[in-house]
């Protein structure tokens, strides 16, 4: 898993393509705030961790294509969890998915304009860098 942290977004630097229950493809330039677990909680479960980072791009592209459910989008989550490398244990699948379950519904709703928000701070990262802009978002 390759990224470039801009501000509080992550900026994919290459593609995912996860092939579970479902096959989400996430593409090079696509961002994301990780998992949004909040600052008071960041002692027990870093939002980068490398056991939730990865499942937590894909559950961030599910959200946002809108082609799940938001329950079905949560236990590709979990799944994901479950089966990337590294895996996280049973207690943090657990406590992501209850999280996720309590805390996403705003989420899940608002992922549209979440995407905006992101596809404006992806396009102000590769001004600032230089590069050329690509359609992983339009």
Sequence with gaps: LTVRQWGRFWVLM????????????????FTT????????????????DPRISKPSIVHDRAYEQGILTRREADALLYEAMAATEPIASTFVRAFVWVAVRLGGGVAYATAGLRAQERLRAYRHWLELHGEQQDSAHS
């Design 14 to 29: 290459e593609p995912i393509r996860y092939e579970g229950s479902r096959t989400i493809l996430v593409p090079e330039g």
């Design 33 to 48: 705030d990780m998992a949004s677990i909040p600052r008071l909680l960041w002692n027990l479960l870093d939002p980068v």
